[in-house]
């Protein structure tokens, strides 16, 4: 939004700005603040940052958690849940030091930069761009609760067709389970709530290209965006993730993106779409290949699949995830590509012809991953590709242009499987990871600290009795 500090200044005069809001990523990848008078903001903010307790942020030890935040004027926006006018930017982490303070390695921002950087080392590509699908559920009602002698959970919809018989005032339009793709109103009662979150997001620069309902009965809906650069389309997927979900409470509803909440319904995926540039001109197509993608794409295709167990920590990294990777649904779980085939990992849309268009979707992830460490972790897994010529046919990755879903167990046993746990998906990262350390993009340190901490919330995931349990084997 600005190139200088004095533009900053000047708008927050213009506007009668009286608070800015530092945006800061954690580990996780949600979304903390910190927020200081619009008077504040002045260049010593700007050389010397705001200083925090990295600790608290899943990142540093805490012997050496002292940490500063330096804004990035380039991403400032105005607050439209601000109760008070306030000018938000995101921004970068940075290690204190001597004689000039550096850049935080693990900082997820930081990370995704660099992964850049290392593309344009390799001379692959200068822009990776990519188009993020957004699904997510809307409801009228969540509790859950967890404790040693009580677990439990309750979601509500009002267009769900469980509220059919509802004896409240009920107007009879209910979704049919797994009946709600492109359903118009009255039984899509969210297509204002949708057109409203579009204007938001397109207020930020956030271009949407559409919105819909999509297949899951009780309020599961999409927004998808157009393309962008790496590391901007991240922080616009912090910003859509933010205004959907504040939309969602000011009318006084609730937005998850949870993979799975809802059993037997259509589960939450985050599809990502991507293509390569350099110069200016697209690097995925050629006529005379396979769906007309050239040896650069396909090399790319090869190094997704050849890593796509140990990318799922980062691109699935909940438990949840994995109950929207199983068989029967719209997820994809066998290893493999193929032309406008959903129900391989990686689709190549048939409409996509133009050179410039061509480009495929990595279908796996959800959004409950970090999109900074998702996104580099998928462009350092595609350039392993190229650098190293992984033929995907001949690595044995399809292409699979028939239904995957069809396939009798058997058949199944010849085709390579997503991990079915979050457990095996951080197995295969502990196996292979050398991918992300390259250049130094992805450090060590933090890859361990992220197996660490996922392997903690799977192990009380799996010690924790579940009601299914007691209705299977209670009275054995």
Not at 60 to 66: C, F, L
Not at 333 to 362: H, M, Q, W
Not at 405 to 434: F, G, M, V, W
Not at 450 to 471: G, T
Request: glycine share 6%; charged share 25%.
């Amino acid at each position: 939004m600005f190139k200088n500090l004095q533009q900053a200044r000047d708008f927050c005069t213009e506007n009668d700005i009286k608070m800015i809001d530092f945006m800061m990523v954690d580990l996780d990848g949600r979304w903390r603040h910190l927020t200081i008078p619009s008077a504040r903001l002045t260049e010593h903010t700007m050389e010397h940052g705001i200083g925090f307790d990295g600790s608290n942020y899943g990142f540093a030890p805490v012997e050496k958690s002292d940490m500063i935040f330096i804004p990035d004027l380039s991403s400032a926006y105005v607050d439209e849940f601000a109760e008070v006018p306030t000018l938000a930017m995101i921004g970068d982490v940075f290690v204190i030091d001597l004689p000039k303070n550096r850049r935080f390695d693990q900082d997820p921002r930081n990370v995704a930069y660099h992964a850049q950087e290392y593309m344009k080392k390799l001379g692959v590509a200068d822009e990776m761009r990519i188009g993020p699908e957004f699904e997510f559920h809307v409801f009228d009602h969540i509790s859950y609760e967890v404790k040693p002698n009580r677990s439990m959970y309750e979601i509500d919809a009002e267009q769900a067709e469980w509220n059919s018989s509802s004896e409240l005032q009920n107007l009879g339009y209910q979704m049919r389970k797994k009946g709600g793709y492109h359903m118009a109103p009255p039984l899509d009662r969210l297509s204002g709530f949708r057109s409203r979150v579009t204007m938001l997001m397109e207020k930020q620069g956030i271009m949407v290209k559409y919105h819909h309902h999509e297949v899951g009965g009780p309020g599961q809906l999409e927004v998808e965006v157009e393309f962008g650069s790496m590391l901007e389309m991240a922080d616009k997927t912090m910003m859509t993730k933010y205004l959907i979900k504040n939309a969602a409470v000011s009318e006084g509803k609730t937005a998850t993106f949870m993979p799975k909440p809802i059993y037997e319904e259509a589960g939450n995926g985050m599809h990502v779409h991507m293509h390569l540039f350099k110069d200016g001109k697209p690097l995925f197509y050629d006529e005379k290949n396979y769906a007309h993608l050239s040896d650069t794409a396909l090399y790319f295709i090869g190094g997704l699949l050849t890593h796509v167990k140990a990318l799922c920590a980062f691109t699935n990294p909940s438990t949840n995830s994995y109950k929207r990777l199983t068989p029967g649904y719209e997820a994809p779980v066998t290893i493999g590509y193929a032309t406008s085939n959903r129900s391989s990992v990686i689709r190549i849309p048939a409409y996509a012809k133009a050179p410039e268009d061509k480009r495929f979707e990595l279908r796996s992830p959800d959004g409950t991953c970090n999109p900074y460490y998702a996104y580099a972790a998928i462009l350092m897994a595609g350039l392993d590709g190229v650098r190293n010529k992984i033929d995907p046919e001949k690595a044995g990755f399809g292409p699979y242009d028939f239904n995957l879903y069809n396939l009798s167990a058997e058949e199944q046993k010849n085709i390579k499987q997503l991990p079915r746990t979050l457990d095996e998906a951080l197995d295969a990262l502990e196996a292979d990871n050398e991918f992300l350390t390259a250049g130094g993009v992805f450090p060590q340190r933090l890859i361990e600290i992220w197996i660490k901490n996922r392997r903690a919330e799977s192990a009380r995931y799996n010690q924790l009795p579940h009601p299914v349990e007691f209705e299977l084997y209670y009275d054995l």
